[in-house]
């Protein structure tokens, strides 16, 4: 009786990872986007679930080819890099309007994570996104701080982001952490 009962158990465990039993589909996996850059592919993993209006507003990016032929156009060692806005000549890409800052969702700026830029303004993100090469608690949401809003997080490419985080940097078009040498968004598109 006992060896039947596991055997029940295990069956039914299986069956629900299979989406088998009534009530018990599988999870849904989350979408992936791939970012093919001139140093390298990066696989961001986005969380509907905890920012599905940035989720919603990056892949509409993403769908409509806007990324491909931009650059990361601001690389600080020991905090981010950013792109997703700007082209090779740092011209500035027009956008959608600006989307609701959903900082407060329980995701925090850690290394690999995944945000939206934006200006002072809290409510101001549109395009532009960021890759924090390391845990930015300071720019996390929190009592007095409206925070950026995580909505991914790289899965696979961490040694590309390193790769651009060295390339050397300076002043271009009054923009500083400029990378001397574009490093081009090529091409973004989900998995």
Do not use: W
């Amino acid at each position: 009786m006992r060896n039947t009962a596991r055997f029940v158990v295990a069956a039914a465990a299986f069956l629900a990872l299979l989406g088998g039993l009534p009530g018990c589909a599988a999870a849904e996996e989350n979408p992936v986007v791939v970012f093919t850059t001139s140093l390298g592919e990066i696989q961001i993993e986005l969380y509907p679930d905890k920012a599905p209006k940035s989720v919603e507003n990056f892949l509409a990016y993403v769908d409509d080819g806007f990324y491909d032929g931009t650059v990361f156009h601001r690389v600080i060692p020991s905090f981010m890099i950013q792109g997703g806005g700007m082209t090779a000549d740092m011209t500035r890409k027009s956008t959608r309007p600006p989307i609701e800052n959903e900082a407060d969702n329980g995701l925090e700026n850690d290394i690999g994570s995944v945000a939206f830029a934006r200006t002072q303004v809290k409510d101001s993100a549109t395009s532009q996104f960021f890759i924090n090469v390391k845990d930015n608690d300071s720019l996390n949401h929190g009592p007095g701080n409206d925070g950026y809003a995580v909505f991914g997080r790289v899965a696979d490419g961490m040694d590309v982001v390193q790769k651009i985080v060295a390339v050397p940097t300076g002043t271009r078009a009054g923009h500083a952490n400029v990378p001397t040498t574009p490093v081009v968004i090529e091409s973004a598109r989900r998995k």
